[in-house]
């Protein structure tokens, strides 16, 4: 009798075990060999911090590498993210509501600037002066980034849809040299190839609004923020060293986006001058700007008229990780 017991004891820790094994548990900062991060042109932030090295000065003591990708737009680090391929990534609030709302399981984490960092561009030969000048004209504008959702919003403004214009999908780069070749009456642009097209091309900045402008911001995938909350606090840490620094040293932090870009230092001081570094904690101020976006984006016919925008820009932004701890 003791001898079956003790079999039956064993086969019983051997099915606790794998019943253990095939349920989701959240890994410790031991069980995280590396943290990848993307770093961006229009996150003059990440450049800083990816330069100065902040972030893996603070991970080494735990043997912690750091893997460095470059996004060309929200939608490429809203694809990154929603892939796995990293676990931070940087986009326009709008573009990760979105993103949200289509499955894109990410948290919104920290606001890495306040920019005014599109705009609706042309040159100066095309005679478009206004919104309603883009009505069967031709638009380069990059889907599912803070500039598609202006051009929806400008559009919607100047009693328009997107079927009104002819839209051709590029990548912001792309962008900019379709407007310089012809190929295209329009563009939404995007800093700095925006303030370059402006300064290089004397091309016109024909329709601006700030406050259309959602916040730049920090997404992590959702999944990751769980299971390493200490190890989230320690990116965005380093992430307000890089801040910091950033304010305290405009002439470095203009070198590192004059490195990275290989624009003409008049071209990203005007992309500087466009962007505020001072407001890096997330809540109402970028939910409301989100919230506004996201109900342009369902009249629009974008979102699904039977989703709660205000739910989703809820579930999106996640304050608890916010230096100092406030909203």
Same mark, same amino acid.
Request: net charge neutral; glycine share 8%.
């Given at each position: 009798?003791?001898?079956?017991?003790?079999?039956?004891?064993?086969?019983?820790?051997?099915?606790?075990?794998?019943?253990?094994?095939?349920?989701? !548990?959240?890994?410790?900062?031991?069980?995280?060999?590396?943290?990848?991060?993307?770093?961006?042109?229009?996150?003059?932030?990440?450049?800083?911090?990816?330069?100065?090295?902040?972030?893996?000065?603070?991970?080494?003591?735990?043997? /912690?590498?750091?893997?460095?990708?470059?996004?060309?737009?929200?939608?490429?680090?809203?694809?990154?993210?929603?892939?796995?391929? /990293?676990?931070?990534?940087?986009?326009?609030?709008?573009?990760?509501?979105?993103?949200?709302?289509?499955?894109?399981?990410?948290? =919104? @984490?920290?606001?890495?600037?306040?920019?005014?960092? *599109?705009?609706?561009?042309?040159?100066?030969?095309?005679?478009? &002066?206004?919104?309603?000048?883009?009505?069967?004209?031709?638009?380069?504008?990059? !889907?599912?980034?803070?500039?598609?959702? #202006?051009? /929806?919003? $400008?559009?919607?403004?100047?009693?328009?849809?997107?079927?009104?214009?002819?839209?051709?999908?590029?990548?912001?780069?792309?962008?900019?040299?379709?407007?310089?070749?012809?190929? @295209? %009456?329009?563009?939404?642009?995007?800093?700095?190839?925006?303030?370059?097209?402006?300064?290089?091309? %004397?091309?016109?900045?024909?329709?601006?609004?700030?406050?259309?402008?959602?916040?730049? @911001?920090?997404?992590?995938?959702?999944?990751? $923020?769980?299971?390493?909350?200490?190890? =989230?606090?320690?990116?965005?840490?380093?992430?307000?060293?890089?801040?910091?620094?950033?304010?305290?040293?405009?002439?470095?932090?203009?070198?590192?986006?004059?490195?990275?870009?290989?624009?003409? %230092?008049?071209?990203?001081?005007?992309? /500087?001058?466009? &962007?505020?570094?001072?407001?890096?904690?997330?809540?109402? *101020?970028?939910?409301?700007?989100?919230?506004?976006?996201?109900?342009?984006?369902?009249?629009?016919? =974008?979102? +699904?008229?039977?989703?709660?925008?205000?739910?989703?820009?809820?579930?999106?932004?996640?304050?608890? #990780?916010?230096?100092?701890?406030? +909203?």
């Amino acid at each position: 009798m003791l001898r079956l017991d003790r079999r039956t004891f064993v086969r019983t820790l051997g099915a606790l075990a794998l019943v253990a094994a095939s349920l989701p !548990r959240a890994s410790q900062a031991g069980d995280v060999k590396e943290i990848r991060l993307d770093w961006a042109t229009y996150n003059p932030v990440s450049l800083v911090l990816k330069e100065k090295g902040f972030l893996e000065e603070a991970l080494k003591p735990q043997g /912690i590498k750091v893997r460095w990708t470059q996004s060309l737009g929200s939608n490429k680090a809203l694809e990154f993210l929603n892939g796995g391929a /990293i676990d931070f990534g940087s986009s326009a609030g709008a573009a990760a509501l979105l993103a949200r709302i289509n499955g894109n399981p990410i948290k =919104v @984490v920290y606001a890495y600037s306040r920019p005014e960092w *599109t705009a609706l561009v042309t040159r100066k030969d095309t005679g478009i &002066t206004k919104v309603a000048d883009l009505k069967g004209k031709r638009v380069a504008v990059t !889907r599912g980034t803070d500039p598609h959702i #202006f051009l /929806i919003r $400008a559009l919607q403004g100047a009693g328009l849809t997107e079927k009104d214009a002819k839209l051709v999908l590029l990548q912001h780069p792309d962008g900019r040299t379709a407007l310089d070749r012809g190929d @295209v %009456d329009a563009w939404a642009g995007l800093d700095p190839m925006m303030a370059a097209a402006e300064i290089e091309n %004397d091309d016109v900045l024909f329709f601006r609004d700030a406050n259309a402008n959602t916040w730049g @911001v920090l997404d992590v995938r959702e999944d990751f $923020a769980k299971a390493n909350p200490d190890l =989230v606090r320690t990116v965005i840490a380093a992430y307000e060293q890089a801040r910091a620094f950033a304010i305290a040293n405009p002439d470095a932090l203009r070198s590192a986006l004059v490195a990275a870009t290989k624009l003409p %230092d008049p071209v990203i001081a005007r992309q /500087i001058e466009r &962007t505020d570094l001072s407001q890096p904690n997330v809540g109402p *101020t970028q939910g409301e700007a989100i919230r506004a976006a996201g109900l342009a984006l369902q009249q629009a016919g =974008v979102i +699904p008229a039977e989703t709660n925008v205000a739910a989703a820009v809820d579930a999106l932004i996640d304050p608890q #990780f916010n230096p100092g701890g406030k +909203p």
